[in-house]
């Protein structure tokens, strides 16, 4: 039996939801570029390998990859972010317009655009190099006026923090949102979650609730944990993604667990994109948030099987 036949779903009505629903993605975008090449020496210079360069790449990362995972899924995605004025920016625009995603993304020429740099040799990355900057508060205002036009237009708010900078209004968007009636799902960063009062839903990993709300020896110490943080911020839900432990969902009624179907884990960076975006298009489409959890899952499951910043296709998923 398909995934979708045990959520008592088909692929047809799904499909046909998922093309209706419009999604708000608002958070810190990024390029990310690969450079694919060989190493067969080590430099005379210093003890490091010397990468013969032979293929280059550029996805859109970040909160861009968030809402590629949406596109790529059927919904219509829109994106809303702060660039540099630079070429980074509009490498970026011709991504995210290739992939059909309505993109707003406004420009300061004060900053550069943020790019992370992967080598790659041998299917290992040797070194990352990023390139950042925080945007203006002159920018971000103008950022938040614009959020605070469009976000009636849409089902659902994702606000995927990087911690760059892009979301210092994020406690007045979630205002903004839960006024209009919209739910808002946040991929927190950090170690202070009071900003994030008041949303909907948080999808913290496992290291990063860690960092938050202290270690645990057993289920019962993460459940009251993950229990106190989601009644203290007053969030409707906290997902705990576990890596290989799969993903918890805490509610008011109590804890709902998924076991990865991850079969083969190569890369897990972008992961997270891809279990915010899966939820925040499946809740958009009108599924209750137990089944768009299992999506969610599945959807990570065949992310970490791709290297670097993948996506879900809609066939892969309906395919399960």
């Known amino acids: ?126 070194i990352r190099l990023d390139f950042e900057d925080a945007p203006s508060h002159e920018i971000l205002a103008d950022k938040l006026d614009e959020y605070a036009t469009i976000v009636a237009e849409h089902d659902v708010v994702i606000l995927s923090d990087y911690g760059k900078g892009g979301l210092t209004h994020v406690s007045r968007m979630i205002e903004l949102a839960r006024a209009a009636g919209k739910p808002v799902l946040i991929d927190p960063k950090g170690d202070d979650y009071s900003k994030y009062a008041g949303a909907t839903l948080l999808t913290p990993n496992r290291s990063e609730f860690r960092q938050v709300a202290g270690s645990w020896q057993s289920e019962e110490q993460l459940n009251a944990k993950a229990e106190s943080l989601r009644s203290e911020l007053n969030l409707d839900a906290l997902l705990v993604t576990r890596s290989e432990e799969g993903m918890t969902l805490f509610r008011a009624d109590g804890a709902l667990h998924e076991p990865t179907l991850a079969k083969e884990v190569y890369d897990v960076s972008g992961a997270g994109d891809t279990v915010i975006g899966t939820l925040g298009l499946m809740l958009a489409a009108g599924l209750p948030l137990p089944q768009a959890m299992s999506l969610a899952n599945a959807a990570a499951g065949i992310v970490v099987a791709k290297l670097g910043t993948a996506v879900c296709q809609q066939r892969e998923l309906f395919a399960l």
């Open 1 to 126: 039996m398909s995934l979708l036949q045990q959520l008592g779903l088909t692929p047809d009505t799904l499909s046909n939801k998922l093309a209706a629903s419009r999604v708000l993605v608002v958070g810190d975008v990024m390029l990310d570029r690969y450079w694919f090449g060989d190493v067969s020496r080590i430099s005379p210079e210093a003890p490091v390998p010397v990468a013969r360069i032979n293929r280059m790449e550029e996805r859109a990362g970040g909160a861009a990859n968030v809402a590629r995972n949406i596109a790529s899924l059927g919904g219509k995605a829109t994106i809303l972010s702060v660039v540099g004025d630079d070429e980074a920016a509009s490498a970026l625009s011709r991504l995210l317009e290739a992939d059909g995603i309505t993109a707003s993304l406004k420009r300061d020429a004060e900053i550069s655009t943020t790019v992370k740099l992967r080598v790659v040799a041998r299917q290992q990355q040797l």
